[in-house]
């Protein structure tokens, strides 16, 4: 009896830092561990079943490489939501995902929600369960963005905050089921 309200909504953020994972996994709750970059951008839709509502997003999953910064605009441009990722064991995505949150603040539609997600927990977190030792789980930096660092920032930016692993699903539905419920009904 709900009609799916439709929800365009645009991924940004670094080249790798997965966001194309955080979609797969999202969409069709699967990971590739050697997922290949997005050239251009890719479209794909899931819905969101909500209480009083069920949302259907319309994702567009752009390409991080720099070469494609130029079309950004053309996917947030009518955007009601946005995922900024950045990866939790690089410093410099979190840079990258300030100017993505400054550019959008500045262009896109001004009622625009914008979630901050940090990817790649998995890496940062010791394996429960596990024998093996957490400084050895293939990175070598380890965790370079404080979960408290970011988190101020979203607060003060007027984000919503998420650490996120698109490797064993932790905190990828919720990105997506706390954007659904900021979003005004029609
Ligand atoms: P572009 O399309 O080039 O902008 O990259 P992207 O942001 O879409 O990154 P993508 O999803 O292609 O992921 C890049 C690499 O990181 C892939 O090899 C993924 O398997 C890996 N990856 C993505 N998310 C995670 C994660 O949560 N944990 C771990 N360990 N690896 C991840
Ligand atoms: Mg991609």
Request: aromatic share 8%.
């Amino acid at each position: 009896n709900l009609k799916p309200v439709n929800v365009k909504l645009v991924l940004l953020g670094e080249a790798a830092v997965g966001k194309s994972s955080l979609v797969l996994r999202f969409v069709n709750n699967d990971f590739q561990e050697n997922k290949e970059p997005t050239i251009g951008a890719a479209f794909l839709t899931q819905k969101c079943r909500l209480e009083d509502k069920v949302i259907k997003f319309e994702i567009w999953d752009t390409a991080g490489q720099e070469r494609f910064h130029s079309l950004a605009p053309m996917y947030y441009r009518n955007a009601q939501a946005a995922v900024v990722v950045y990866d939790v064991t690089k410093a410099a995505s979190l840079d990258k995902a300030k100017s993505w949150v400054k550019e959008l603040q500045r262009q896109a539609n001004p009622n625009i929600v914008i979630a901050l997600a940090g990817n790649k927990i998995d890496l940062v977190q010791p394996a429960e369960e596990s024998e093996e030792d957490p400084a050895e789980n293939g990175r070598e930096g380890g965790r370079q963005v404080p979960t408290e660092e970011a988190k101020a920032y979203a607060l003060e930016a007027g984000l919503l905050f998420f650490e996120t692993s698109a490797k064993n699903g932790d905190g990828v539905r919720d990105i997506f089921v706390e954007i659904a419920k900021k979003i005004p009904l029609e």
